[in-house]
């Protein structure tokens, strides 16, 4: 224990000798850290996102019985078309306060079960389908902005009913350029639509042959993965191939080869997915698939037969002439795992899942403790580092989002029909906790940017200063010898609406850093950044998005919610 301490202050003064940026150091059997955020928050997190005033939304679905969060006021949802109880006096949805830890329950009407969602460029939460009385419902849930509104109810799921022109259950949502969602897929839909609609009377979905080639007996091709290119094109992964769709002319521009192996990346057989960070003013894209199953697997489940999970990535340059997938082997085999981009710019954590079978009741029997890290600008060879393990399985229904203090917030899992804590191996968890990555650990804190002034709202295109203080900047520029800080970055960060193993709309720009100069206040560690915003909505959709400074690989303390429009 001494060595480990006398280690880590050496590095810590080493740092502040020096003006380069140290390497964070790992945590012993592994990087990174978890800590235990709420024991129960009364609902399974099969569905997340957070909003700009820093709450995320979270749901699960109606029919499964009582939650253990009730609904306040004796308040009770009566609906004859619910499945299990008609009069239910449980909450299914939750908001949780990230700066005060504290969570308070929502209520939804229809069921949600194994929907998608968008956020508007206002900052609202549009959720749409799910199962039974809810496959063609909207439902939004706005920020709330004022100290009274949840204690006057107004502030909680309002709710469209058949908003939709077709049923969406196991469909994926991507916000488009003008703000609207682009929803496709779903158990028996091999078609596409936007919300909202032109006009209100439109009920039209497009068809879309590409859902029914790569369709399975097994369904691999739900959750379809989408990425919104820097064409203005659609991306669109299902079971182990991708198409580029023009969506304005309904248009198959490009057809992708299958991804070496030809198994199975979509739900059930759920990999994940990520359009990697994009660079200023990007010419390329590329594109990272993780995991998946093997052909077969989901349907040997339900003999207890649970077939080792996908071990490979696939990566790709879909703005290429003639693409090709190049592939990886990652530490271990995963499946049900969640792809998030971190806030540096520079790694994807890949999380949570199992190392065998496959999404689905009781349809896996390993969980994958340790999440692994991905850096994409490494060697290959060198991209992959595994981390430390958490303690809580997260299995099938869980879920995971970036907040905004570069936490990986965690939740959810629920193998079974309904709510189980009792006689099964893994009960189902109501629990939250939150993955600190290597950045965030205490020897970095010297390094760590602090951001001390940032617009509000942006326009694309524009030339905006960020200012931020560097702690070891500070010290150095006391001591008379200037600089003090590594390469200065600017991220811009969509956060994403996650569940069921794909983290839809997510996305991490990096700016075009014109210059960094010390602050005309002359204060020790003061710095200001230019930067220019992204050019158009292709690049950046309009909405509220998390900004952070980067030094080297370290992010600043919070990122600061700008709203691009």
């Not at 004859?80 to 306060?97: K, W």
């Not at 936007?194 to 006009?199: G, I, L, R, S, V």
């Not at 090709?324 to 710019?345: F, K």
């Amino acid at each position: 224990m001494k060595l480990a301490l006398l280690t880590r202050d050496l590095v810590l003064l080493l740092v502040l000798a020096c003006a380069g940026i140290a390497p964070a150091m790992a945590a012993i059997g592994g990087g990174g850290r978890w800590e235990l955020l709420q024991r129960s928050i009364g609902v399974s997190a099969m569905h997340m996102q957070l909003l700009h005033n820093d709450r995320v939304i979270i749901f699960d679905r109606t029919d499964f019985g009582h939650s253990n969060l009730s609904l306040p006021d004796g308040r009770c949802r009566r609906n004859p078309r619910e499945r299990v109880l008609r009069v239910d006096c449980t909450a299914h949805s939750a908001e949780y306060d990230v700066a005060s830890n504290t969570f308070r329950p929502l209520s939804v009407f229809t069921d949600t079960w194994c929907s998608s969602g968008t956020v508007a460029p206002d900052g609202t939460l549009i959720q749409t389908g799910g199962w039974n009385d809810g496959y063609r419902n909207v439902r939004t849930m706005r920020a709330c902005d004022k100290v009274g509104d949840e204690d006057d109810g107004s502030c909680d799921w309002n709710e469209t009913q058949d908003a939709l022109a077709e049923n969406r259950w196991y469909a994926t949502n991507q916000i488009l350029p003008d703000g609207r969602a682009f929803i496709v897929g779903g158990r028996r839909q091999f078609n596409y639509e936007f919300f909202p609609k032109a006009e209100g009377s439109d009920t039209s979905a497009i068809a879309l042959p590409f859902l029914v080639q790569t369709r399975d007996p097994e369904e691999n091709n739900l959750y379809p993965f989408v990425h919104l290119n820097i064409d203005g094109n659609l991306f669109i992964f299902a079971k182990n191939r991708a198409v580029l769709l023009d969506y304005k002319k309904n248009k198959i521009v490009r057809t992708y080869p299958e991804l070496a192996g030809g198994d199975p990346r979509n739900y059930p057989s759920s990999g994940s997915s990520v359009l990697l960070p994009l660079k200023p003013s990007p010419t390329e894209a590329e594109v990272l698939v993780c995991g998946g199953a093997p052909v077969g697997s989901y349907n040997s489940t339900k003999d207890k037969n649970f077939y080792p999970a996908l071990a490979t990535c696939g990566r790709i340059k879909i703005t290429d002439a003639s693409p090709s997938w190049v592939i990886e082997a990652m530490p271990s085999p995963r499946v049900m795992g969640d792809m998030i981009l971190l806030p540096n710019g520079a790694e994807v954590a890949i999380i949570n899942g199992a190392t065998d079978g496959t999404a689905g009741w009781e349809s896996a029997s390993t969980p994958a403790y340790a999440p692994v890290m991905y850096r994409p600008e490494h060697a290959p060879g060198d991209r992959f580092e595994e981390q430390s393990a958490t303690d809580i399985p997260r299995l099938y229904h869980s879920s995971a989002i970036l907040l905004r203090d570069g936490r990986v917030l965690v939740g959810g899992s629920n193998p079974h029909i309904y709510y189980n804590f009792s006689g099964v191996q893994y009960p189902t968890e109501l629990s939250l906790e939150a993955f600190s990555p290597e950045y965030l650990d205490g020897a970095n804190d010297v390094l760590r940017p602090t951001i001390t002034g940032a617009p509000e709202s942006v326009a694309y295109g524009e030339s905006v200063t960020l200012r931020f203080e560097v702690p070891a900047a500070a010290t150095r520029r006391r001591r008379g010898r200037g600089g003090g800080i590594g390469l200065v970055s600017v991220t811009m960060v969509a956060p994403s609406f996650t569940t069921h193993s794909f983290a839809m709309n997510q996305r991490v720009l990096l700016l075009d850093v014109v210059r960094t100069t010390a602050a005309a206040s002359h204060r020790a560690g003061a710095y200001e950044v230019s930067v220019v915003m992204p050019a158009t909505a292709v690049l950046a959709p309009p909405g509220y998005y998390m900004v952070f400074v980067v030094n080297g690989h370290i992010p600043s303390s919070e990122g600061v919610w700008v709203h691009i429009q």
